[in-house]
């Protein structure tokens, strides 16, 4: 069994959240399957479960900690000993300091590749905005998740950051999907309005038309049972348990879908038991179900069920919080539940202040395409001149070359030929011509006026 869900058996009352929501290795209750033959599978110990995606930017991180925690044998006696205030005040992490050198060597290895991953994502980030001189170390520390100052070695301060980073981050999980969900619908409205203005009056009659009409159809579905009612609860214990609706009993019904049977319903598994629910409003093939309210609806549903079950707010349901919630009135008659359809998701107000903020955004990367298109401009003129330059001077090299060749030849193009002796001779005369003194033993050529020569030897 995995490190968290020891970490949670030992903690039934107050688990912290980190082993809550966020370590939970467990899987969703696969609704369209028996339950009944799930009870008589044998379970395997040590089997790998897979740990389902905590939606953290450091997740996989945070899973590979704690895989490597798990294999010390210390840590673990040390984890089955302590408690909740000791696990949030840190005095838990201090035991990392009695842990084998082979795991604390793995930690800080982790650790390395961890500021490495975070400095490359850092790094793609000003580049994207053709940033120069980023200032890694300042811009680690938005990242709570572990210690900056020390991206070499991973130590108890970062087992401490780590808890409380994964626990204050998923405290805000739910209301970050909300808000996103509630961006998504905005964007949604904002874009079929600003279709809408591109159409002639014809045009934007009948798509007003189909839109009304795909809204009532999605509205006509089943009633939705409330979220963990009886009726909701028989219903998924008779078409997906495949058991008698007669003999339904809670205490039942909670272990056949404790999959792991730890003892607990995390939120995964109470999502699981939506589905059916779910499944009277959406359908995938249909253009008028959006599978992304889908998704926010079975959240709400499982938000609902938590609020009324999970009495020490530990994010988990033990079997007894269940039974108690079975014995509550709302339980055997509870309000009509309303979907997402049913609901306003965002006002007029609220939907203009996010066009603004999208115009602002328009506006922004307008004036960035403005921007670039100059320096593209720029470059260019430049290019175009450094091509210009390279022209003119091949054409200056082009024309030297000729003057050199033409100097080499004569009028009718033969090749001048000078002997070296005549080259000499020559030379001698441009001396004598121009009157300039001859060195000591130099010998003259002159010519005489019959045309032969005559050495003169001076003393």
């Known amino acids: 069994m995995m490190f968290q869900m020891r970490w949670r058996t030992i903690l039934p009352q107050q688990c912290v959240l980190l082993v809550t929501c966020l370590l939970i290795n467990l899987e969703a209750v696969p609704i369209d399957i028996d339950k009944t033959k799930v009870q008589g599978e044998p379970h395997v110990e040590g089997a790998k479960i897979e740990t389902p995606d905590t939606g953290l930017y450091y997740d996989e991180y945070l899973k590979q900690v704690i895989d490597v925690l798990e294999t010390d044998k210390h840590f673990r006696e040390k984890l089955q000993t302590a408690d909740i205030e000791e696990i949030k005040s840190g005095k838990l992490s201090k035991e990392l300091d009695l842990v084998s050198h082979h795991v604390r060597t793995r930690l800080d290895e982790l650790k390395r590749q961890e500021v490495a991953r975070l400095r490359m994502l850092i790094k793609a980030k000003m580049d994207s905005f053709q940033d120069t001189g980023v200032d890694h170390q300042a811009l680690l520390k938005q990242f709570e998740h572990l210690n900056h100052q020390n991206p070499e070695t991973f130590e108890s301060k970062d087992l ?18 909300h808000n996103e969900f509630k961006k998504y619908e905005m964007l949604k409205e904002h874009e079929r309005r600003e279709y809408l203005k591109t159409l002639n009056e014809e045009k934007r ?12 159809k999605h509205g006509d579905h089943p009633k939705v049972n ?11 214990w008779e078409e997906s348990d495949g058991l008698d609706p007669n003999d339904f009993n809670p205490k039942t019904f ?26 009277k409003v959406y359908d995938p093939k249909n253009e008028e179900d959006d599978m992304v ?25 033990t079997l007894h919080e269940f039974l108690k919630s079975t014995e509550k009135k709302e339980f055997l008659e509870p309000d009509s539940w309303e979907t997402l359809d049913q609901q306003q998701v965002f006002t007029e107000e609220e939907l203009k202040e996010f066009e603004t903020h999208i115009l602002q955004q328009e506006d922004e990367l307008q004036k960035k395409a403005e921007n670039l298109q100059r320096q593209k401009e720029e470059l260019q003129r430049q290019h175009d001149q450094l091509q210009a330059q390279k022209q003119e001077l091949q054409q200056v090299m082009e024309q030297r070359k000729l003057q050199q060749g033409s100097s080499l030849s004569g009028p009718a193009g033969e090749l001048k030929f000078q002997p070296p002796g005549e080259h000499q001779i020559g030379n001698a005369q441009n001396h004598l011509a121009g009157d300039q003194p001859l060195p000591p033993g130099h010998i003259p050529v002159q ?12 003393p």
């Open 160 to 177: 401490d950051m780590l808890i409380k980073a994964a626990t204050s981050d998923l405290e805000n999980y739910d209301k970050t999907r």
């Open 205 to 216: 009659r009948e798509e007003e038309s189909k839109y009304e009409e795909m809204k009532k």
């Open 226 to 236: 409330h979220p963990g009612s009886k009726d909701q609860l028989k219903e998924v």
């Open 254 to 279: 909670f272990k056949l879908h404790d999959v792991n049977n730890d003892g607990f319903l995390d939120e995964q598994e109470l999502e699981a038991l939506f589905t059916k629910e779910l499944e």
């Open 293 to 317: 309210e889908m998704e926010e609806e079975r959240l709400r549903m499982r938000e609902h069920v938590m609020n009324e079950i999970d009495i020490n707010k530990d994010r988990l349901v």
């Open 447 to 458: 010519e005489t006026a019959a045309g032969s020569d005559h050495v003169q030897i001076h």
